[in-house]
């Protein structure tokens, strides 16, 4: 069945790091390109970060050089390493995947960042 579930999220002082993790199921890790974003109450949600297949990345201009993704092949699984963390990060992360067309989403992770 293809699925991706987040975790990882939780409540941390501005300046400190969280990682999320996001495990899919093999056939959207290994068809495509993984992506994390985030939502706020009355806000789009918007994108953070992308990894491709190969490894290429892509950031949001507020999350560059502070958020790093990545992905670990042997476990289908991709992870975004928040750093230096502000209060305007809080949100609800999601992870994406896609597979012949069709966005998958995990449930979300809440990540809140106190000031």
């Known amino acids: 069945q293809a699925q991706v579930v987040e975790s990882g999220g939780g409540l941390v002082q501005a300046g400190g790091s969280l990682r999320l993790s996001c495990a899919a199921s093999?056939?959207?890790?290994?068809?495509?390109?993984m992506g994390w974003y985030r939502q706020t109450p009355g806000k789009q949600r918007e994108l953070v970060a992308t990894?491709?297949?190969?490894?290429?990345?892509n950031y949001a201009d507020s999350v560059k050089g502070r958020f790093t993704i990545s992905r670990d092949n042997a476990k289908n699984t991709v992870y975004l390493q928040m750093n230096s963390l502000k209060p305007e990060d809080t949100a609800v992360y999601y992870c994406?995947?896609?597979?012949?067309?069709?966005?998958?989403w995990g449930q979300g992770t809440q990540v809140t960042i106190s000031s």
């Open positions: 994406k995947g896609r597979l012949f067309g069709i966005d998958y």
């Open positions: 093999r056939t959207i890790f290994s068809t495509n390109v």
């Open positions: 990894i491709t297949t190969g490894g290429t990345t």
